[in-house]
């Protein structure tokens, strides 16, 4: 059973920048993409970014592009979201999930995963 443990989150000044991790216990299959979903109070659980296990291929939510940036160590078992230039509107609780089965197709939507972590906040001040 794949166990998932988001980390990092914290307060940041607008502007500023945080790392999360999620670091993954047991087996990850070779088909995986890891992503990273956020939601805030009131919201949807919406879509960050993710990055294939092997590394090959990433996607961003628009609201990611240009600021933060997915990556993994394998050797670690650990998936990272560097986050810069921090909104407001980056609030929120920060979820790490594996899709096991993205050979083609990385997801998007909170269905197409099959584990998730507890999540970690984010709070960013204006």
């Known amino acids: 059973q794949v166990q998932l443990v988001e980390s990092g989150g914290g307060l940041a000044q607008a502007g500023g920048s945080l790392r999360l991790s999620c670091v993954a216990s047991?087996?990850?299959?070779?088909?995986?993409?890891v992503g990273w979903f956020r939601q805030a109070p009131g919201k949807e659980r919406e879509f960050v970014a993710a990055?294939?296990?092997?590394?090959?291929?990433?996607t961003y939510a628009d609201s990611a592009k240009g600021r933060f940036t997915v990556s993994a160590d394998n050797s670690k078992n650990t998936v990272y979201l560097q986050m810069n230039s921090l909104k407001y509107e980056d609030t929120a609780v920060y979820y790490c999930?594996?899709?096991?089965?993205?050979?083609?197709?990385?997801?998007?939507?909170?269905?197409?995963?099959?584990?998730w972590g507890q999540g970690t906040q984010v709070t960013v001040s204006s």
């Open positions: 999930a594996v899709e096991e089965y993205a050979d083609w197709r990385i997801g998007v939507q909170t269905r197409d995963y099959d584990h």
């Open positions: 990055i294939r296990w092997s590394t090959i291929g990433t």
């Open positions: 047991g087996r990850i299959p070779s088909s995986a993409a």
